[in-house]
Each structure stands twice: as C-alpha cells, then as structure tokens.
C-alpha cells in the first residue's frame, strides 16, 4: 500500500477498531431522535454520503449514446453507438437496491443494527450496478489499464479477463496491465502488458496473477503523475482495504488535476472483511481449500492415539474463512477467530476443553484464524509494506502450548499442524468465485463508462451495486459475535467459553 494511505487508512479504521463485535458499520450522524423528522435526515445524510462520484462533478463532459449492446457481436455502430429501442438490457442511473433487508425488531435481536433505540426501519438504498444507455467515453480514444495489488487471491485472472472482454465490446482497443501492483507505474523496468482477448483468453485455468502483484508502491502525486504521461482514460484497480484506499486517493489527486480519469475498485480479499457486501471473490474458493486442510487434519487426528490436529488459516482482522470452513466441514472442535477473544490456562480454558474431548472423544481438531489470539503473544512494532502489523504466528504457539500441557498433565498428545496459507491463496477460482468475477469485473467496466470514479462494485443481498470507496475503507468487515452465523458455529462445533 502507499505510505501516506497507509497514515490516512489507520485513521480510518481508528474509529471503529475498539468495536470487534460489527458485521457491518453504519457511520450514524448525530440525530435528534425526539425530532419527528430525524429519519429523513438520517436518509439524506445517507444519501449523500452513498452519492457516487462522477466526472461531471469537475468536467464539461456530455454523454453519448452506449456503444454497448448484446444484439451486436461488437460494439454498436463500430463504436460509434446507436439508438436503444430495440434492447432493454441498461440499467436507469435511478435504478436502486437495499442495503439492508431484515427488520430488527429489538436491539436484543440476534446480529440486531438499529439505530434508533426501538430499531426504527429505515430504507438505506445503494446505486445498481451494470450497464448504462449513456456513456462518458468515445470508446476509441480509451485507454485502459488494470493493476492488481496486496497478496494472491483466487480469481484474480479471472477479473482480468472479464474487464478485458467488456472493454473490447464496448470498442476500446487499448487496454494495458500494469506489472505488480502500484509500482509499476514508476518502476523503469516494468513495462506495460498489452492485453486483448487473444491475451487473456485462457488465463482463468490458472491461478495467481498474469500482471503479478506487490505490497507497497510509489507516492500518489508520482503514480498520478505517470497515469498523465501515460495517457490512462480508464484505471481498474483489483485489491483490499488498503488497496482501495489508494484507488480512493488516486482518484481524489486526479479531480484535483482536473483529469478526466475514471478509477474503479473491484474487491479482492480471501479474508471477506471488506464492508457492506455479501462477500468478496476469492472468499469461496478460500473457504473450499481450507477444507482440504481441515480433512488432512481430522485424519491425522483420528488415526493417531490421542491424536490433535490443529490449522492455521488466513483471516488476519476477520475469522470469516476459519467460521465458514468450520461450519461447511463439519469435523471442527474448536473454532477460534480475532474477534472472540479466548484463555488457554484455567477452568475454562481452552486447554482444558481438549483435555475433555480427549478423555471423551479420543481425539480433537482445532481451527484458528492467524489474527486470533494475539493478546496472547508478545507484541510487534514491525509492520509490512502494506503498513500492516506483523503478527505472531499463534499456529505455532498453540502448538506449543498443546504438547506442553498435555506433557504436565502426563496424558500422551500426538498433535499435527497444518499451515496451508499459500496453498489457498495459490490456486484458482472455484464455480462458485468465477461467476462472481465475472460479474464483477463487467460491472467495473460499465461503471468507469457511465463516468463514475472513486467507486467499486460489489454484491448486496444478491444484487450488484456500486459504492463510493470511502464508505468500504471505513474500517474492516468482522464477524460479529452475536450473529446467527457464529452462533450456528457455535452450535456445530459444540465448544465451550473460552473466558
């Protein structure tokens, strides 16, 4: 991530960073409730707040009819657009969808978000995404450029791809990757990639990133800067938080130049911790391969005497990954995430937890989030170049504390540990995450052409909207403790407070 972001980011999730147990912030004005209009004004702080940005807030610009059409094997009119009447496949610029759709009906409820004190129902509507009957780009002077950021994540190529593909039926013949990440927008030795569909036709067979990716890069004036050299219309930026933080500084830079530049986000993160959408792609097919990592490890477990396995994975501020793969393999014991904090010592201590599923079970498998359990470990100033702490590797120190007990105690422990980070982060998109960056990654490109920027897309309750970046980067997505969802882990692993 860039540096200043990096500052600007932690200020960001300053507010929210003491809060661990939210699925989904909702930034709340101060509001009167005795005011019998406080909902309206609630709706249009909200309104303002969701209001996309566009290029006409700081340009002259006039839109033409789309070159767009499914009834044409390429773009209507050579590029040049042509009347709509005979297909209604666009989506109105007034065309809306709900942020939320359950009605809490107290503040007790399960996962309850009220805000009010009687948990008022309040309509919070987002912008659909997909394609529009008026553009803000001649489809031939377009150059378009795609950079993926931060780590691996399944279904990068396939984003890719599907930003290739759109692009060249709306007629834009310019389309160039950007080589890992932001630096390659100032590093002399990274070239552009030309990319066409002959190019990326097959690239979703594989996993990782044709384009490669980095953490960290140059300052945003200097990528600014050579976005203008370069003469990018059109800029698809594919990462996390802190990758769209960036994107989001990226864009504000150019407004202030003036610069009729469209930077559009698409969500990538295995952790699932990006705010306000169902899920991010890579999350599925995270989920399924942690699985493989589960079952190795309740094999293990259940072949050896006394037999414990325990697994690692990924979910640094976020345990979505560890609950989900918990909850779809069904063999978990113990499922630990950041947000829950837990004991290993004591009466109701994790480890005597394991001694009692020994004694009555034989055997014990174990899933932690790698950002569990941190308080247990002595702390790091270090950070990586994304700005990120370094965390201990609780994986090992559980480990560790297992076999250390289970010696004092004087009863035989056989425990295996499974770390498969980079075997997960590695492979390719399942069915399931394919379609999702397939959709995703044509709705970025209908968005940059409806003359959006500063946005990303994503999908809520099932349907594909856009957002204004800002409102994502707010602080990352957690799981909350009191959800249906982690109580239905709950329920399936069977463990106990760890407290």
Known sequence: MVPQVVRRLKRIFKCASQVNDISVEVVKPEIDFKDPDWKKHFQEDFDNRFRLPHLTDILDVKPRPTSFSLKSRGPLGDGNGAPMDTWYGYVNDDDRALLKVIKFASPNSAGAECIDPDCSWVEQWVHRAGPRKQIYYEPKEVKAAIVTCGGLCPGLNDVIRQIVFTLEKYGVKNIVGIQFGYRGFCDENLREVPLSHQV?????????????VSRGGPSISDIVDSIQAKAIDMLFVLG???????????????????????????????DNDIQLMDKTFGFDTAVEEAQRAINSAYIEAESAYHGIGLVKLMGRSSGFIAMHASLSSGQIDICLIPEVPFKLEGPNGLLQHLEHLIKTKGKAVVCVAEGAGQELLQKSDATDASGNVVLGDIGVHMQQQIKRHFKYIGVPADVKYIDPTYMVRACRANASDAILCTVLGQNAVHGAFAGFSGITTGICNNHYVYLPIPEVVRSPRRVDSNSRMWHRCLTSTGQADFH
């Open 200 to 212: 990326v036709q097959n690239i979703n067979l594989a996993g990782g990133s044709l384009l490669g």
């Open 240 to 270: 996390g938080n802190g990758t769209h933080a960036g994107a989001n500084a990226i864009h504000d830079e150019c407004c202030k130049r003036k610069m009729k530049v469209s930077v559009v986000g698409v969500p990538k993160t295995i």
